[in-house]
């Protein structure tokens, strides 16, 4: 049997490193993206070689059109499509509401957003013709509940809740399904820039009394692409350690 294909966005490092590692664990050919990081993107790519699966990593900054449709054809020309597709690429925006401005709004949104939207309008037509293709994108508890001085951000990720809840209805009958993980603390370099008393803090609010690993959001999100979820489709589910 041919070997199926997943495109994680936004996977050099942390999450998204994490998520392609599982895969490639599993047996996928990889596709990894990010858009500044060439080093940590080629090393990346190296250590899913050394795990013997094959990964095309590329350069596409997910927030630009024309580089989602250069990536695309890169995918087309080397593996054909994409069977799984993780729209983990994102930013964060820590700041008042009063200072956020229309750049920061706008970067946000299309980084968080749009360019879920746009990745799956490439992919999604030749799930439907091959009427098989799993979507999970990676969100955010603040997409559920808000952040104080994240609004942009908080907005974005309930824009990718709902956008998950709807695709998945609209994409069911073609048999591919969409589902959202809306993770709480998890430990990657996004967090790191908290001070040491802020983390702690945050952990004292989590029943399970820890943040989470990035190695528990890919094995949760290989679960939601496998033939072990295959009636479990529109859902956004938390993994926060039981914060929500």
Not at 15 to 33: F, L, S
Not at 157 to 182: C, D, Q, W, Y
Request: with cysteine.
């Amino acid at each position: 049997m041919d070997k199926k294909t997943v495109l994680v966005t936004g996977s050099s490092r942390g999450i998204g490193k994490a998520i392609a590692m599982k895969y490639a664990t599993e047996g996928y050919q990889i596709v990894i993206n990010c858009a500044h990081s060439l080093n940590e993107l080629l090393k990346t790519a190296s250590e899913i070689q050394a795990l013997g699966a094959k990964c095309l990593p590329i350069m596409a900054d997910v927030s630009n059109l024309e580089a989602i449709e250069h990536m695309f054809e890169e995918i087309a020309m080397v593996f054909g499509h994409v069977d799984v597709v993780i729209n983990n690429a994102g930013m964060a925006c820590m700041k008042l509401f009063t200072d956020t401005d229309d750049e920061d709004w706008h970067r946000v949104i299309t980084t968080n957003l749009t360019s879920a939207y746009r990745i799956c309008s490439k992919a999604v037509p030749s799930m439907v013709k091959r009427q098989a293709g799993c979507i999970v994108n990676i969100s955010s508890i603040w997409g559920i509940t808000g952040a104080s001085c994240e609004v942009a951000y908080s907005a974005s990720k309930g824009g990718v809740n709902a956008f998950t809840k709807a695709l998945a209805k609209e994409l069911a009958p073609s048999h591919i399904r969409v589902n959202a993980i809306a993770c709480g603390f998890i430990e990657t370099s996004m967090n790191s820039r908290l001070t040491d008393a802020d983390t702690q803090a945050f952990i004292d609010d989590i029943p399970a009394n820890r943040s989470g690993k990035a190695e528990e959001v890919a094995n949760l999100c290989y679960y939601l692409s496998s033939d072990a979820s295959t009636y479990l489709t529109g859902q956004v589910i938390t993994l926060d350690g039981g914060l929500l």
